[in-house]
Nanobody
Framework: QVQLVESGGGSVQAGGSLRLSCTASRDTSTSYSMAWFRQAPGKEREGVAVFYTRGGSTFYADSVKGRFTISQDIAKNMLTLQMNFLKPEDTAIYYC???????????????????WGQGTQVTVSS
């Protein structure tokens, strides 16, 4: 099990940028993948982006493609999400998740992940 702590959330105007960080309590080089999810009030948790540790490939939700970038720094046990051109609809609590066990299915199913952070609030005003 690994503890994940998110940081970097806050309030920003539409068109602005934020950089989220997720720090793990131990080595994540053995993880299968790490991802960012978000949950807006009254909505289900949705996948935002995933980073596959062993191959370095990334995938994004259609709603954030071209605006968000996910990256992983193994040496620092850190996952980041650079968010540019933010929109009011990006407002949500953002969660970091880690998968150490391979499970089939698409990357944006929450059940694929073993460990979760507590979340960080992102608010985008128009």
């Amino acid at each position: 099990q690994v503890q994940l702590v998110e940081s970097g959330g806050g309030s920003v105007q539409a068109g602005g940028s934020l950089r989220l960080s997720c720090t793990a309590s131990r080595d994540t080089s053995t993880s299968y993948s790490m991802a960012w999810f978000r949950q807006a009030p009254g909505k289900e948790r949705e996948g935002v982006a995933v980073f596959y540790t062993r191959g370095g490939s990334t995938f994004y939700a259609d709603s954030v493609k071209g605006r968000f970038t996910i990256s992983q720094d193994i040496a620092k046990n850190m996952l980041t999400l650079q968010m540019n051109f933010l929109k009011p609809e990006d407002t949500a609590i953002y969660y970091c998740a880690a998968a150490f066990t391979f499970r089939g299915g698409v990357w944006d199913h929450a059940s694929k992940y073993d460990d979760w952070g507590q979340g960080t609030q992102v608010t985008v005003s128009s």
